[in-house]
């Protein structure tokens, strides 16, 4: 396994993110305004992100978890620039990208930051062969000579498990696991140094999930890559992941290694997730669900976003945000529960 090594600044930072998304107005609120029946209508804002900060070092791969709509993919798509922030920074190697940088550098920066996403047919031009799929970005940006990109085609397949004859083919003729391996190929294709993947074993069946996941590994360690890991899965984020990040409702509420994460969840909303993980062991296991449903993201609730939803909740959490503190070494939870009294 490759250590980050603590004295380096992170590979990618993100620090004060924040995500706003307009909701469009109805046709309906529109016809009232016009007809005199409300007030004119304004599009109320979707708080997707609310001042996340999270930090990947090289060579690590930090998971990411969280319920539906938690901000999860949100986060990931604006890690590698495809969703601009409202508000924040994005740091590469402790160097901020702005949107001032001048573009061959913007290229070179963005080529570093790739992204796997959740579902490989949909994000394949179902028009193309393999070969355009993943080689035609390494030609245009100038990685790649164009008379050399079947062979780069070939050796990318084959280092995720295909065979390079499969270059002529198209996505269509792909199982969902093969799909699966084109797109971390097309995602290799440009000598990245950070991937984020998106839910990107989800859709595949158990066996091939353990064959994926394998792979990621294996690339890490011969590629010296890093990962953002986004999942809703807690059992593959602690085979793969060095690091956890829990989400709840646009904020990061705990991080910490994994072990500790798992042997010790230092926010409710973390040990409720982690209590009704399948053991083995547990026999006449009765499930209880999180009690509530997450609130919109249009509507957050005042302080700690997760207090109409905790056993645990006081009148504090109903009035202030709680801050990412350190509770144990390496180990950060958002939780009024273990301030220090005085």
Not at 89 to 100: F, I, N, Q
Not at 107 to 117: E, H, P, R, S, T
Not at 138 to 164: E, F, I, K, M, Y
């Amino acid at each position: 396994m490759t250590a980050p090594t603590p004295a380096a600044p992170p590979l990618l930072e993100l620090r004060a993110i924040e995500v706003d998304f307009a909701r469009p107005m109805t046709w309906r609120s529109v016809a009232d305004w016009a007809f005199g029946r409300q007030a004119q209508p304004r599009p109320r804002p979707v708080h997707a992100l609310d001042g996340v900060d999270l930090a990947v070092h090289g060579g690590e791969i930090v998971g990411l978890v969280g319920e539906s709509g938690c901000g999860k993919s949100t986060l990931g798509r604006v890690a590698v620039g495809l969703q601009p922030a409202t508000a924040g920074e994005r740091r590469l190697h402790g160097r901020p990208l702005r949107p001032d940088t001048p573009r061959r550098q913007a290229v070179a920066d963005q080529l570093k930051l790739q992204m796997i996403f959740q579902d490989p047919y949909s994000s394949l031009n179902p028009r193309l062969r393999v070969v355009d799929l993943v080689g035609e970005a390494p030609v245009t940006h100038g990685l790649v000579a164009r008379a050399d990109q079947a062979a780069h085609v070939a050796d990318l397949l084959a280092q995720v498990g295909l065979s390079p004859e499969m270059a002529r083919r198209h996505p269509h003729q792909f199982s969902g696991g093969q799909r699966a391996r084109i797109g971390i190929a097309r995602a290799l294709a440009v000598r990245p140094e950070f991937i984020v993947c998106d839910e990107a074993v989800a859709a595949l069946d158990v066996s091939v999930q353990g064959q994926v996941l394998n792979l990621f590994a294996d690339l890490r360690e011969r590629l010296g890559l890093s990962y953002l890991f986004i999942s809703h899965n807690l059992a593959v984020v602690h085979h793969l992941a060095d690091r956890v990040a829990v989400m709840y409702l646009g904020r990061v509420v705990e991080s910490a290694p994994t072990p500790a994460l798992f042997a010790g969840a230092a926010h409710p909303y973390t040990q409720a997730l982690l209590a009704e993980l399948p053991i083995l062991a547990a026999r006449k296991k009765t499930f209880v669900a999180i009690r509530g449903e997450i609130p919109s993201p249009m509507s957050p609730p005042s302080g700690c976003h997760f207090h109409p939803r905790c056993p645990h909740a006081f009148e504090r959490c109903r009035q202030e945000v709680p801050r990412l503190k350190e509770v144990a070494p390496g180990h950060r939870a958002a939780c009024h529960l273990h301030d220090t009294p005085g």
